[in-house]
């Protein structure tokens, strides 16, 4: 049964549409892998220049505030100029974080990237993926590969470093797998992200429109049997990660644009300490690094330096001093150096946990977006939501849907 999450309860990140944590860059469409139900087209524009890649920087420039500039695809990787394009992110002001399935990087390429300016990694690594030289058909079984790719990101240093697990039916029941797994490894796994698969045939019974025009909605989204037969809510994660690590708790979210009670990106970040859990920040906490980072810097946080990570304690000490949940984190803390001093010289990591909830849609039709969506991405000259980005390009507008 899924969990039962009361959105008030949290902390509703100040992220909006022009002043947000984290955009999107996508300069390719090209991939040299396939995931099941991939909504990016192979066949399609391909590499951008790395002038038309300036260009939608500029227009973000020009129209959103970010602390992050996620670069994207396709793969990233395959793009001829990334070492020029990380570079160029870097110079204009942003975080330049590579969401990559990792097949091309290596350490020679990753030495490149970080002397060119990038801040992390989020490795997209999942059983929908056919990953050569990993013959995975769990995701516990693919933990393995995220652990190469985390140590390898170790081993260069000072790099952010993270994972996106696109979650189905017939897959939710493995997220305690990679929640444990990341938990013995919260010194080099900063977030782990899962994101709720979505596809045509889990929409509802509705008919699709572009400019009045009923269109066929299968012929932008791919359809597969990976994806199951259920649509998966945000609580549905919640409790699987709970089943591994039963204190749990969310810290903040973002609303939907349709229901303000949706819980479309839900934020979590746990303290470990040996492996262990002490507790996961309080929606104060969260609020306080929010306000402060904004404060000083211009913008809102969406990844944080290794080294930061790492600071688990002080976190709690400072949260404590205003904050009841941030004080048990503390006093829990000083509990396990009591009992054994060696933890007196282990830090503790903070890691954070995301759940994705895309589009769900409304009986009447309406489409339950993410609001302030951290993934805005450009296309001819505009701000769009990427996830839809198929739409723009064969239809040239998002598509309404209307019950049947």
Known sequence: MAATLEHLKYYRLPWNYADNGISWLEPTTKCNLRCEGCYRDLNGPGHKTIEEVRADLEVFRRLRKSDCMSIAGGDPLVYP??????????????????????????????????????????????????????????????????????????????????FNSTVSEKTVHEIPSMVNWAQKHADIVHTMVFILYRSPTLTGDFNFYANGKKIDIGATYKETAWGGSRTLMAGDAVE????????????????????????????????????????????????????????????????????????????????GMVDKK???????????????????????YLQSFMIIQPVNFEMDGRQDMCDSCPDITVHDGKLVWSC?????????????????
């Open 81 to 162: 100029q990334i070492l020029e394009l990380v570079k160029m992110v870097k110079e204009m002001g942003w975080k330049p974080i590579v969401n990559t399935n990792g097949v091309a990087l290596n350490e020679t390429l990753l030495g490149d990237l970080k002397k060119a300016g990038v801040f992390g990694f989020t490795f997209h690594i999942d059983t929908s993926q056919k990953r050569p030289n990993a013959h995975a058909t769990t995701e516990d079984e693919l933990n393995e590969t995220r652990l190469h790719y985390a140590e390898m990101l170790a081993r260069v240093g000072g790099i952010a470093c993270s």
């Open 240 to 319: 699987k990660i709970r089943e591994a690590d039963s204190i749990y708790e969310p810290a903040a979210y973002l609303n939907g644009t349709a229901k303000p009670d949706s819980l479309k990106w839900l934020l979590a970040s746990r303290i470990v300490l040996n492996g262990e859990t002490m507790g996961y920040v309080s929606p104060n906490f969260m609020e306080l690094v929010q306000t402060f980072t904004h404060l000083f810097t211009g913008t809102y946080l969406a990844y944080a330096k290794p080294k930061s990570i790492a600071r688990g304690k002080l976190a709690s000490f400072l949260g």
């Open 326 to 348: 941030m004080r048990s984190i503390f006093v829990s803390i000083l509990g396990r150096m009591f009992s054994n001093p060696l933890n007196l010289f282990r830090p503790a």
């Open 388 to 404: 839809r980005l198929e739409e723009m390009n064969d239809h040239g507008v998002f598509l309404t849907s209307v019950p049947k």
